[in-house]
């Protein structure tokens, strides 16, 4: 599995709160961008990366969506792909109009801790909020040499390995596309990178 969209696979209440929350962490970050952050990447940038754990917002706001990037179906969901999961990184990506957001080809791994090792699997689990089109800026993975688009509707979750090189261009309409980003991995790899990740172990919980 290099890429994968599951279709329909996050539940509606889920959806819901995720397209209200990343509205509101990206209004929380707006006016801190380029400022130091304690964990992460260690600044504030167009994005929110650790967003589950982000200093701007209310415990009971992080504790929430960790609660989504924790949760039993997502759990049922990367357990397919890596069977024994760690936690390494959530983010909260809003395209806008307003915001050059545009990705440039790049593969996941090649910007963690350990780029090159290829006993290393990350898979990206991209919780789609807004249906992906060719002028909010979907996403793109390069297959075989070649650039092939995706077209992920709302509560879909594409899958990309961490080192499938993938893009995506900037929202030309006015309303924004937002995804929810959970990122695992087959080892412990957060813990002394940059500021700080998550490294735990990923299991089921009991809540």
Request: glycine share 6%; proline share 4%; net charge neutral.
């Amino acid at each position: 599995m290099k890429y994968k969209v599951i279709e329909q696979a996050v539940p509606s209440d889920v959806v819901k709160y995720l397209q209200y929350y990343t509205n509101e962490a990206m209004c929380k970050t707006k006016n801190h961008q380029g400022s130091v952050r304690e964990n992460g990447s260690g600044v504030y940038w167009g994005g929110i990366c650790m967003a589950s754990s982000l200093p701007l917002a209310t415990d009971e706001e992080n504790k929430k969506l960790f609660n989504i990037y924790t949760s039993n179906f997502m759990y049922n969901i990367i357990t397919e792909y890596i069977k024994e999961p760690y936690l390494f990184n959530d983010q909260i990506v809003v395209k806008d109009k307003n915001v050059n957001m545009t990705f440039n080809p790049h593969c996941d791994n090649d910007l963690g801790p350990f780029p090159g090792d290829k006993s290393l699997l990350t898979i990206n689990c991209m919780i789609v909020l807004d249906d992906f089109t060719d002028k909010n800026g979907t996403i793109e993975v390069l297959d075989n040499d070649k650039w092939i688009k995706l077209y992920p509707k709302t509560g879909d979750i594409v899958l990309i390995e961490g080192n499938v090189f993938h893009r995506s261009s900037p929202n030309t309409t006015d309303i924004p596309r937002r995804a929810y980003l959970c990122i695992y991995s087959n080892k412990s790899i957060g813990k002394d990178f940059k500021s700080g990740f998550y490294y735990q172990k990923f299991t089921k919980q009991i809540r």
